[in-house]
C-alpha cells in the first residue's frame, strides 16, 4: 500500500489591507487489490474514514483551520474496475491569515 501526499496554495483577497491564504493537503492511499470483494475493500474504506476522522473541521494546526474536507467519491471505480487499485485522496484544505 502507497501513502501519497501532496500539498498546494491558493491565495484569496477577503479585504484590501488583509489577505487569507488557503492550503490544500490531499492524502492519497493507493493499493493493488487481488479480490474486488467487500473482504479486501472494506479495510480500505475504514482507514480512508478514520484518517478524515482525525481532522475535524476548525482543527488548528501548524497555524492554520481546517475550512474543508473532501473525499468523494471515497474511491476511484474506475481505477478499481479496470486496474484493479484501490485509490483513494482525502483533501484538507486549511485557512492561514
Keep these: 500500500m502507497d501513502v501519497l501526499v501532496k500539498a498546494m496554495n491558493d491565495d484569496a483577497a477577503v479585504t ?16 493493488k ?4 470483494t467487500p ?36 474511491y476511484a471505480p474506475e481505477v478499481l474496475r479496470e486496474q484493479s487499485v484501490f485509490l483513494s485522496v482525502l483533501t484538507l484544505t486549511f485557512s492561514v491569515l
Design 16 to 31: 484590501r489591507a488583509d489577505a487569507i491564504q488557503e492550503y490544500s493537503i490531499d492524502i492519497g492511499v493507493r493499493k
Design 33 to 36: 487489490v487481488a479480490n474486488k
Design 39 to 74: 473482504a479486501e475493500l472494506d479495510p480500505l474504506v475504514l482507514l480512508m474514514q478514520e484518517l478524515r476522522e482525525k481532522f475535524p473541521f476548525n482543527w488548528s494546526g501548524g497555524g492554520g483551520l481546517l475550512v474543508e474536507r473532501s473525499n468523494e467519491p471515497v
